[in-house]
């Protein structure tokens, strides 16, 4: 795990790097390279987390000299990658010598093979080019500049702030009050893009183009274990069911058993839910001492505090357990502080609690924790997936006559089926499933036409072959390298790297997703049930009494906060006169917002915390 920056003419020097010191406190270095007139900087900050020596040290070249790497991540199964590459006199046994040396072997494109997470650079020095690359469901970030003969890239924004100047993209603004985040390529700069999951980004140093391609594959839905079809009796369908759920159990433990790699000590986030529940019992499985598990909570009588149930989970597997409360005051101190971490504002209410649960980590030194997110996406844990499985089954006209009325709706569930499941086309539907503002909210808000979403969205939709799929895998799909991608992985990696903390995802290990994605849909969402084959895995080592607690999900008590003396205090700054913020937005529009909220017509909790994320961002953007 570390952090990475790089150029193509465009000098810097290793103090660039102190930028990234949070990302890895532990080593850091440069390499510049001359091609004819071009100058190539490579430069990498360190934490240590395999192969603590200097055989770990980047930038790394490999056995045969043709290529320098710098490299941001894990890659879990690079030891079975090692067995393809005999020859080699390793040095260590970092993942980083492994992958620099199996691409060298068998090029860029074997980067289809690596089961972990991942933002790296290599620099082809024999054929002049480079290549930068981010994982599969983009949990390591990556963004880069490009003008007609430079290139910068970072895993963060701040070393390409430093050399170059950028703008508010107000069209991207506009995505972002659709979505709550902005999915890559954009970022509210419109000069500096976020590289796409699953994409690399080929570049000639001496004539400067570049082509950006995809290493992800397309998983079909297995027709033939379906509940329908060729299965016709139910001892069939039984009997099928259990063989998944058998096979699921496996690359499940396998998952887990791949991300213990490490050579320091791995603890495990621990909410009061099912997910990380199952991964602390297979880490504290393979542990020959009880782990350390951390949850987060409030210190007020509020449904999304999961301390007690988290602590009953802990005490069922016998970890060493560690929480921390918070309140409204202590959630407003670092209010700002996240949106400066994160770098990008967004929705996602749940930032501010990640940032004491991972201060709470590191004050126990551990260096890696692994994580329960990633389960709601491929296996339908979202009540969204079960309203796009209503699609069709009710009669358009029913939503065109009940939406008129939704305004009147409080819960924010049926409000989006009614405004969203009348649509026809795939893309639009899931564009007003998604949206936080409607296109005549965002339009009033800062006079701008929202116009990005639906493509960025058919993006993936095309990608994934999601027109041969039922709508509702296809969602998922996309879900994953987009919602997942850009907004609860973004955040997670940001705030846990300011602490200088590895925060792991074994729910997105390769094989495993490989296998849930080729599951049909009713294994996944089995009636009222999200998660099925999941839970039913569960059940085979953990009490009912966890798996079948009410989802609370991981988020603030921000629907109560905003409508006492925070919400005002938060109105009255947000409709201020000369703020940057109010150069961008029609502070009498924002005002209703707050107003709708205070008074109780509606939830607007989401809407108001993307608002003041915005007004932060926009505060720290001359910074």
């Known amino acids: 795990m570390c952090g990475i920056v790089g150029t193509v003419n465009k000098p810097f020097d290793i103090s660039l790097l102190e930028l990234l010191s949070h990302r890895g406190p532990d080593d850091s270095d440069m390499m510049s390279f001359k091609v004819d007139d071009n100058a190539i900087h490579l430069g990498h900050v360190r934490l240590s987390i395999q192969d603590l020596s200097s055989a770990g040290h980047q930038p790394m070249s490999s056995a045969c000299g043709n290529f320098v790497i710098i490299f941001n991540g894990e890659i879990y199964n690079h030891l079975e990658l090692r067995e393809k590459l005999s020859d080699i006199e390793w040095r260590g046994h970092s993942d980083t010598e492994t992958i620099v040396n199996y691409m060298a072997r068998f090029g860029i494109e074997s980067v289809k093979d690596f089961n972990g997470t991942f933002g790296f650079a ?37 070393p390409i ?35 796409r999951a699953g994409h690399i980004l080929e570049y000639d140093i001496q004539t400067h183009s570049s082509n950006m391609s ?18 016709r009796h139910s001892s069939e369908r039984s009997a099928c069911f259990e063989d998944a759920l058998q096979k699921y159990g496996e690359l499940f433990e396998q998952a887990i058993q791949r991300q213990l790699i490490a050579d320091v000590e791995v603890g495990v986030l621990l909410s009061g839910g099912i997910d990380s529940a199952l991964v602390a019992y297979y880490a504290q499985k393979y542990s020959d001492k009880p782990i350390k598990t951390f949850t987060i909570g409030f210190s007020e009588d509020d449904d999304s505090d999961e301390t007690l149930d988290a602590k009953e989970t802990a005490r069922i597997l016998g970890t060493e357990h560690y929480e921390i409360k918070i309140n409204d005051e202590q959630f407003e101190s670092v209010f700002r502080k996240c949106i400066e971490i994160v770098e990008e504002p967004l929705g996602t209410t749940s930032i501010i609690p990640m940032y004491y649960l991972n201060e709470l980590v590191a004050s126990h030194g551990i260096k890696v924790v692994l994580t329960g997110q990633g389960a709601d996406e491929p296996l339908g844990g979202y009540t969204r997936y079960r ?8 009669p358009s006209a029913f939503f065109g006559l009940a939406k008129p009325f939704s305004r009147l709706i409080k819960n924010e569930s049926i409000y989006r089926a009614i405004n969203s499941l009348g649509e026809k086309d795939t893309i639009k539907r899931w564009e007003l499933i998604y949206a936080l503002f409607s296109d005549k909210e965002i339009k009033k808000l800062i006079k701008v036409d929202e116009t990005k979403s639906g493509e960025l969205i058919k993006y993936f939709y095309d990608l994934l072959d999601g027109k041969n799929k039922d709508s509702t895998n296809a969602m998922m799909s996309n879900d994953m390298r987009m919602n997942l991608c850009d907004d609860l992985l973004l955040y997670t990696d940001k705030i846990s790297m300011n602490f200088s903390i590895e925060a792991r995802v074994p729910m997105l290990d390769n094989d495993l997703v490989d296998f849930i994605e080729s599951l049909p849909l009713e294994y996944k969402l089995h009636g009222k049930e999200g998660k099925y084959i999941h839970k039913k895995f569960a059940e085979n080592v953990l009490p009912k009494e966890i798996i079948y607690r ?22 009255n700054m947000l409709i201020s006169n000369g703020s940057k913020f109010s150069e961008f937005f029609d502070t009498s529009e924002v005002a209703k917002i707050f107003d709708m909220h205070m008074s109780g017509k509606r939830n607007m909790e989401k809407q108001l915390f993307t608002l003041i994320s915005i007004y932060y961002w926009m505060e720290n953007y001359e910074q």
Request: hydrophobic share 35%.
């Open 122 to 158: 290599l620099f082809d020095i024999a054929n002049e080019k480079l290549y930068v690359a981010r994982d599969r469901y983009g949990v390591k970030p990556i963004y880069f500049y490009q003008n007609s003969n430079e290139l910068v890239f970072s895993s963060e924004i701040r």
């Open 214 to 231: 995809s290493f992800i594959s397309p998983m079909m839905v297995t027709k033939n274990i379906s509940f329908q079809g060729n299965i």
């Open 161 to 195: 702030k430093k050399l170059v100047e950028s703008n508010v993209d107000k069209a991207n603004l506009a995505t972002l009050l659709k979505l709550r985040y902005n999915p890559a390529p954009t970022t509210l700069y419109g000069n500096i893009q976020k590289l």
């Open 387 to 394: 309203g796009e499985m209503m699609y069709g089954k009710v």
């Open 550 to 571: 009410k989802k609370k999900g991981f988020k603030s008590p921000t629907e109560k906060w905003f409508r006492d003396e925070k919400g005002l205090m938060y109105k």
